[in-house]
């Protein structure tokens, strides 16, 4: 199975910050990378496919890149909204694997 | 507008069998493209797919969950039921379905229920 770790595991920033989240494949995945952002008690929301294709809806303020085995998640001026917990999934190959997921808390 | 919602019982004992059921609106599994999955979330843990089900019937299982896991559909009820033998408290999650569609979103999930908790305990 591959394995998808992502760091850092929570980071506290303020209102306006730019926070950077990274995932790392255990081994080539091309662009099959999403990024889902979950609030305590709700499900997931998808907000990155293919590694850089925003989904519809979701705010231009975040962004992904990356490609092969090490990708990114950039939520620039960070809302308030935006105070959840990001995971990293890939679609390479069976079975599908997440990361761990990287808290984002309020400074 | 697509929804998803899971059923199923709050408590299981060990070794007994789990059913839950997804019962969808908004799409159709008979449509080209569409698929289910379910993904389990342990507390305060991270998120482990379990398997997916394609409009064509096709099948696909987490390698480790296979042997326990079983996933089915009812087209005609826009339901997408799980299985899972031989449940263990390990095996405590919130348990979530979630929508793929192959032709815009190829293999992620862009819509989710609102999970159901499945508690292990004699």
């Known amino acids: 199975d591959i394995q998808m770790t992502q760091s850092p595991s929570s980071v506290s920033a303020s209102v306006g910050d730019t926070v950077t989240i990274t995932c790392r494949a255990s081994q080539d995945i091309s662009s099959w990378l999403g990024w889902y952002q979950q609030k305590p008690g709700k499900a997931p929301k998808l907000l990155i496919y293919a590694a850089s294709s925003l989904q519809s809806g979701v705010p231009s303020r975040f962004s992904g890149s990356g490609s092969g085995t090490d990708f990114t998640l950039t939520i620039s001026s960070l809302q308030p909204e935006d105070f959840a917990t990001y995971f990293c999934q890939q679609a390479d190959s069976f079975p599908w694997t997440f990361g761990q997921g990287t808290k984002v808390e309020i400074k | 507008q697509v929804t998803l919602r899971e059923s199923g019982p709050a408590l299981v004992k060990p070794t007994q069998t789990l059913t839950l059921t997804c019962t969808f609106s908004?799409?159709?599994?008979?449509?080209?493209?569409?698929?289910v999955s379910w993904i389990r979330q342990p507390p305060g843990k991270a998120l482990e797919w379990l398997a997916r089900?394609?409009?064509?019937?096709?099948?696909y299982y987490s390698t480790s969950l296979k042997t326990r896991l079983t996933i089915s559909k009812d087209t005609s009820k826009n339901q997408v039921v799980l299985t899972m033998t031989n449940m263990d408290p390990v095996d405590t999650a919130t348990y979530y379905c979630?929508?793929?569609?192959?032709?815009?979103?190829?293999?992620?999930?862009?819509?989710w229920g609102q999970g159901t908790l499945v508690t292990v305990s004699s």
């Open positions: 908004g799409f159709s599994l008979s449509t080209n493209g569409m698929c």
């Open positions: 979630a929508r793929i569609q192959t032709t815009t979103t190829p293999r992620y999930f862009d819509s």
């Open positions: 089900i394609d409009w064509d019937d096709d099948k």
